[in-house]
T-cell receptor
Framework: LAKTTQPISMDSYEGQEVNITCSHN???????ITWYQQFPSQGPRFIIQ???TKVKNEVASLFIPADRKSSTLSLPRVSLSDTAVYYC?????????????FGTGTRLLVSP | DAGVIQSPRHEVTEMGQEVTLRCKPI?????LFWYRQTMMRGLELLIY????????DSGMPEDRFSAKMPNASFSTLKIQPSEPRDSAVYFC???????????FGDGTRLSIL
């Protein structure tokens, strides 16, 4: 399973754009990149998933360079409610089963 | 639509007692996952079911832990006998297929005294 590395914590202010970068140097050909968000006392919540280039939804954007050894989750104009832990995961698509290995995640703190 | 439903939300019991955690996956989802989250070890996958059949139980810590999925709408995780080191938040998740994003419940916070 590909290991991921991401910053332990980040600080931001309301209204700013936040970019969280994740390294996954040994990503396999069939692996997808998935990001989850977790609030205290809740289960992780799926944010976005991608394979290459750029993916965008109503919540975030995901940028993946051509070599796929890293990815960047972009949150536009964050609010206080975006304070959470963000996990970057790489799934092993070869087995048809995304055995997700959650690392320590990035703890994002958004201040007024 | 109802999400993944777990019960109980909180459980406090004495060591040696049997603990049963319950999960109702999202209707129509054919994959179900049990996770455990602690401060020390983070979020760990315990077991994965596909179409009610256990596929990967390599994360189950020891024989005291067992999981069943008697039908598509219900799963249990049982610990017998329980120990203080089993204290954690246990999450259940489901997905529409094994390679699709997982939807998590709000977890069961288990405290073994």
């Amino acid at each position: 399973l590909a290991k991921t590395t991401q910053p332990i914590s980040m600080d931001s202010y309301e209204g700013q754009e936040v970019n969280i970068t994740c390294s996954h140097n040994n990503i396999a050909t069939n692996d997808y990149i998935t990001w989850y968000q977790q609030f205290p006392s809740q289960g992780p919540r799926f944010i976005i998933q991608g394979y290459k280039t750029k993916v965008k939804n109503e919540v975030a954007s995901l940028f993946i360079p051509a070599d796929r050894k890293s990815s960047t989750l972009s949150l536009p104009r964050v609010s206080l409610s975006d304070t959470a832990v963000y996990y970057c995961l790489v799934g092993n698509g070869n087995t048809g089963f995304q055995k997700l290995v959650f690392g320590t995640g990035t703890r994002l703190l958004v201040s007024p | 639509d109802a999400g993944v439903i777990q019960s109980p939300r909180h459980e406090v019991t004495e060591m040696g007692q049997e603990v049963t955690l319950r999960c109702k996956p999202i209707s129509g989802h054919n994959s179900l996952f049990w996770y455990r989250q602690t401060m020390m070890r983070g979020l760990e996958l315990l077991i994965y079911f596909n179409n009610n059949v256990p596929i990967d139980d390599s994360g189950m810590p020891e024989d005291r832990f067992s999981a069943k999925m008697p039908n598509a709408s219900f799963s249990t995780l049982k610990i017998q006998p329980s120990e203080p080191r089993d204290s954690a938040v246990y999450f259940c998740a489901s997905s529409s297929d094994s390679d699709q994003p997982q939807h998590f419940g709000d977890g069961t916070r288990l405290s073994i005294l």
